[in-house]
């Protein structure tokens, strides 16, 4: 047969495999397709039902006040995500932005934040303080927020038992982090949020507290859309990420959210603009149509992350690779990792990334001293937006066992070539 890859470098052999690969991940691929046109349906319900309008397409500057467009949007944003109330502005540059600034709105001196999926990811554990940096406080701990953590179990799923156990009267927000970050674990399933919810409102009870009085809070970041629930439909109360993620279908700029309770979402709005004014400023700067096509897209655009993501691990698995998940593995999020056992391998395979996309396809990513993590990491991404992850990139730390982060992909068969290119 003849080989259509063959001029961008693929052997025959590794194309031969990708077909093998294709035919063993078919059904996969059709679950994935099920699952798009689920969301896809609900999102472009959501817009018919708020009404959205050319109208709403508009720009505001300055102050930003009654932006018609941004309050809109904020409504659509709310109803696919299950929740009360949505803040959801540019002003957001980064999912730990998003994130941090939601901790920072919710807990007060003496309050506990007990982290139930580990230790979080890099960026995020300078904000809570168990990582630090020379010549910068600011964390959750120096503000006097106490702070624990529980490990997952040995198959990725939450401790119940200890969670409940965990629990505590000065325990104000349980944190659940969605995504695997630089870890070898699974990303959490919408069952697992929903037993955590569970366990963490019963214990409020027991406590003697209303149960809104302990906060589930959620980094969904890289997991929205993947499955049919987002997490404040599966009963947390709050949950934040990024629009350079899955929700900005690949072609938002900037920009964040903060979805859940009315109350919890305006005490962050509070943190991120300031007391009194929340989230009634804040200009639009002519994102509004960006960020409301983004949303439009999303559903269409993660699917094409994870048929991406589900050819690497099947091609990787069958030449010999650990990789993770599964090909046909129920999946929380857009990652995918294969473990290389080798740091050049890891850079290696991170060139070949880069040398697949559309931007600075000639650059080779070297590992380098990136902010706020604690090891060199070595990141490929030729992205027409800068750190989008749901354009094709790969990422992971200098370190053993040198696991590689995969992850996004506008049009599937970008990283279908990647793989192939990287294997041959």
Not at 43 to 62: I, K, M, P, W, Y
Not at 391 to 418: F, H, N, R, T
């Amino acid at each position: 047969m003849t080989n259509p890859y063959s001029r961008f470098g693929v052997s025959d052999e590794a194309n031969e495999l990708g077909l093998v690969a294709m035919e063993q991940v078919a059904t996969v691929f059709a679950k994935i397709d099920e699952v798009r046109e689920y969301n896809q349906l609900r999102v472009l319900d959501a817009f018919r039902e708020c009404r959205f309008s050319d109208v709403h397409l508009g720009s505001t500057t300055g102050y930003g006040y009654d932006d018609i467009g941004r309050e809109k949007i904020e409504e659509i944003f709310a109803r696919i995500f299950g929740g009360q109330a949505a803040y959801v502005r540019m002003q957001i540059s980064s999912g730990t932005q998003a994130i941090s600034s939601m901790l920072y709105g919710l807990l007060r001196p003496g309050d506990e934040l007990l982290s139930v999926t580990g230790k979080p990811y890099d960026t995020l554990a300078m904000t809570v303080g168990i990582m630090k940096e020379d010549g910068f406080d600011g964390s959750l701990l120096d503000f006097g927020v106490k702070y624990s953590q529980l490990e997952l179990l040995p198959d990725g799923s939450p401790d119940l038992i200890k969670i409940d156990d965990a629990i505590s009267s000065s325990t104000r927000v349980v944190f659940i982090q969605k995504s695997r970050g630089y870890t070898g674990r699974r990303a959490l399933l919408g069952d697992d949020i929903s037993a955590i919810v569970k366990v963490v409102k019963d214990k409020a009870k027991k406590l003697g507290k209303n149960e809104n009085d302990i906060i589930v809070a959620v980094d969904n970041c890289y997991g929205e859309f993947v499955e049919k629930k987002e997490p404040c439909e599966l009963g947390a109360d709050i949950c934040a990420g990024s629009l350079i993620k899955n929700p900005g279908g690949g072609i938002c700029t900037t920009g964040g959210y903060i979805v859940g309770r009315k109350d919890l979402v305006e005490k962050v709005a509070q943190r991120i603009t300031a007391p009194g004014l929340g989230s009634h400023v804040g200009p639009s700067l002519g994102m509004n149509r960006v960020i409301a096509q983004g949303i439009f897209l999303a559903p269409k655009t993660v699917s094409e992350c994870l048929k991406s993501a589900i050819f690497a691990s099947k091609v990787f698995e069958l030449s010999g690779l650990e990789t993770s998940p599964k090909a046909d593995e129920l999946r929380g999020d857009i990652v995918q990792t294969i473990t290389f056992e080798d740091s050049k391998k890891l850079v290696d395979f991170c060139s070949k990334i880069q040398a697949c996309s559309p931007v600075d396809s000639f650059v080779s990513p070297e590992p380098w001293d990136m902010p706020g993590y604690e090891d060199q990491v070595v990141m490929a991404a030729g992205a027409f937006v800068q750190g989008a992850t749901t354009e094709l990139s790969c990422d992971g730390p200098i370190k053993p066992p040198y696991i590689a982060y995969m992850q996004g992909g506008l049009v599937w068969e970008q990283g279908k070539l990647a793989t192939m290119l990287a294997l041959s």
